[in-house]
């Protein structure tokens, strides 16, 4: 049983990790930098330790300075939530040496995950569908053209280090490939200090459909249905559901089963997610795992019901878990609130919230640490918070999140509401209607006021 529990991080998900610890009798301990010492996280915990300057790199990605506040304020375990030390193995070890448990996987599940040739081989073994492609890296340019033509064009060449569309190239045809080997190259090389590169076939316009998994420090893994997070820009997430508007109940339990098998080829414990392509045809192919708690659990949450950080947090205390699978019992959406200008190409726009209206009612969670008065500093991610509706259907769901989008008032900075509002709005939205392209012919209409 942990006592106190570290949140190293900041935000509505160092929040969420309070809130839940505090449900469950644990204390917690916050970190932050000095932008920061305003902020909710710092207010809600039972301590906080400042921990650096503003810059990421001195304060929530700073090893030696996280270690030394959880010793001070005697921590057994830290929360990483997701981003900055998440997906850090080094980290973990670290977390380890010091005997501090890190919840979440171990170093060796999160390295086995990292490398994205490293896991596609694993869940070739391990009988889990992924795209048609090579296999391991591509030596020179010579081997990348053989092997498309063998493929078949478009093909898309993919960082190994990679994930998140860094070192990404789509390539139409041969005399595109050249050009598209060295950029490829080199963008892993200066995102990643990894220049290792792989092919694929390109998987036209698909849907980005991921299963929630939990695993247990026994062996047991089950899932917890589907979440659509195909509604995306410049591989920024902005609106996630579940269920999927494309799932089926045969769908669902294949994708189910896959996701338990990929899991398990690691002994996975922890929470965990497994990204898929789906296709047209309802064809898919393992994407990546993602070894941490995602931004859009919450839709999870709500439509089975269910506390994910608490069920995190009892993995790592060496819990069971049931083992049984969850269904969707409820349609959930999540529309992320962030300090951008949707109608100038999403550009940050933090500072200070000057007045502060957050909806409610029926069917409405917000997961935020935003006040009237709060000033967005510029260091960071710019989600101001997470507007989550609830309802028994996918259209209830979608009119309570335009009512609620509607009372949602955020003065002083540029916000994606007014796009969540006409998105809400738009027919091809409205009968699911969409793949990840979806937002790349998506036009903003000129503001009314
Ligand atoms: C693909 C693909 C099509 N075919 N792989 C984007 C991020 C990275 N995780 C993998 N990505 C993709 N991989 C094959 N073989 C299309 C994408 C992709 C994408 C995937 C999910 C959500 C949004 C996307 C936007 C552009 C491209």
């Known amino acids: 049983m942990f006592k106190k529990v570290l949140i190293a991080n900041r935000g509505e998900i160092a929040l969420r990790v309070i809130r839940t610890c505090r449900e469950m009798g644990i ?15 710092v207010r809600f915990a039972d301590e906080a330790v400042c921990i650096g300057k503003p810059q990421s790199a001195d304060s929530y990605l700073n090893i030696p300075h996280i270690i030394a506040a959880t010793e001070i304020t005697n921590a057994d375990a830290v929360h990483p939530g997701y981003g900055f030390l998440a ?10 040496d010091h005997r501090i448990k890190f919840i979440g996987p171990t170093p060796a599940m999160i390295n086995a995950m990292g490398d994205k040739i490293t896991a596609k081989e694993t869940m070739i073994k391990a009988g889990v569908p992924v795209v048609p492609g090579g296999e391991g890296l591509l030596k020179n340019l010579n081997e990348a053209k053989s092997l498309a033509k063998e493929i078949g064009y478009p093909i898309i060449l993919k960082a190994t280090a990679g994930g998140g569309g860094k070192g990404m190239r789509v390539v139409w045809e041969e005399k595109e490939m050249e050009r598209a080997y060295s950029t490829a190259k ?16 390109f998987v036209e316009e698909p849907r980005h459909i991921e299963i929630q998994i939990a695993g247990d420090q026994f062996g047991r893994v089950c899932h917890l249905s589907e ?8 591989h920024q997430k902005l609106v996630e559901e579940s269920p999927s508007p494309f799932m089926t109940n045969e769908l669902r339990e294949k994708m189910g089963e896959a996701a338990i098998k990929a899991a398990s080829a690691i002994n996975y414990e922890s929470v965990g997610t497994i990204e898929f392509l789906v296709d047209k045809h309802r064809n898919f192919y393992f994407m990546e795992m993602n070894t941490r708690i995602q931004v859009e659990h919450c839709v999870t949450e709500e439509v089975i019901n269910f506390d994910l950080i608490k069920e995190q947090i009892k993995i790592a205390m060496g819990e069971k878990i049931s083992g049984e699978n969850y269904l969707p019992q409820m349609h959930a959406i999540e529309c992320r609130i962030n300090a951008e200008d949707p109608y100038n190409e999403f550009r940050p726009s933090p500072g200070r919230i000057n007045v502060l209206n957050t909806p409610g009612g029926h069917g409405v969670r917000v997961d935020s640490h935003v006040y009237a008065g709060y000033v967005i500093p510029p260091y960071y991610d710019s989600m101001i918070g997470k507007l989550i509706t609830v309802a028994r259907t996918r259209d209830e769901a979608i009119d309570t999140m335009y009512r609620a989008l509607s ?6 900075v540029k916000t994606t509401i007014p796009f969540h509002l006409q998105l809400m709005k738009n027919e091809d939205f409205r009968k699911g209607n969409f793949t990840t392209k979806f ?6 209409e000129k503001a009314t006021v």
Request: glycine share 4%.
């Open 407 to 412: 009372e949602y008032v955020i003065d002083g």
């Open 27 to 41: 204390k917690t301990v916050a970190v932050y930098s000095t932008a920061d010492k305003d902020s909710l996280h």
């Open 439 to 444: 937002l790349e012919t998506f036009v903003m």
């Open 87 to 96: 997906e850090n193995s080094k980290f973990a070890q670290i977390c380890g």
């Open 227 to 234: 979440r659509d997070c195909s509604i995306q820009r410049r």
């Open 186 to 201: 080199a963008e892993a090389a200066a995102s990643f200090k990894n220049d290792g590169i792989y092919m694929e076939k």
